[in-house]
Nanobody, 118 residues
Framework: QVQFVESGGGLVQPGRSLRLACEASGSSVTFSAMGWYRQTPGHQREWVGR???????????GDFVEGRFTISIARQNFKNTMYLQMNNLKSEDTAVYYC????????WGRGIQVTVSS
C-alpha cells in the first residue's frame, strides 16, 4: 500500500510560481514512475506529466505546459518525493492537482488545490 503526503498548494497571483510536492512511502523498489494530472470542476482529468524513478521525463508534458512546469524526483530514507515546479502561472491553471505512482497498479494522491487569481 502506498501513502502520499501532498503539499504546496494554495492561492497565488497570475505570473507567480508555486511548487507542489508529493511524498510517497510504502511503494516497492520496482515502481516505475510518478506523475501529475489536474482537474477542474466539470472536466476530465488532464495530463500534466510523468517522471520515471530514474528521473527521466519519458512522456511529454501536457500541451498547456508550454515550458512553464518542471517535474523532478528525489529519494531519501525509502521515500520518494516528486515535485511540480510551476512558473508563470495563469488563471486557467486553477485546478486540483493529483499525483500518482505507477507500480503494479496506479496509486492516486488525494489532490492539492491550486488557485491562480489576482
Amino acid at each position: 500500500q502506498v501513502q502520499f503526503v501532498e503539499s504546496g498548494g494554495g492561492l497565488v497571483q497570475p505570473g507567480r510560481s508555486l511548487r507542489l510536492a508529493c511524498e510517497a512511502s510504502g511503494s516497492s523498489v520496482t515502481f516505475s514512475a510518478m506523475g501529475w494530472y489536474r482537474q477542474t470542476p466539470g472536466h476530465q482529468r488532464e495530463w500534466v506529466g510523468r517522471i520515471t524513478r530514474d528521473g527521466i521525463i519519458d512522456i511529454d508534458y501536457g500541451d498547456f505546459v508550454e515550458g512553464r512546469f518542471t517535474i523532478s524526483i528525489a529519494r531519501q530514507n525509502f521515500k520518494n518525493t516528486m515535485y511540480l515546479q510551476m512558473n508563470n502561472l495563469k488563471s486557467e491553471d486553477t485546478a486540483v492537482y493529483y499525483c500518482f505512482l505507477d507500480d503494479a497498479t496506479r496509486y492516486w494522491g488525494r489532490g492539492i488545490q491550486v488557485t491562480v487569481s489576482s
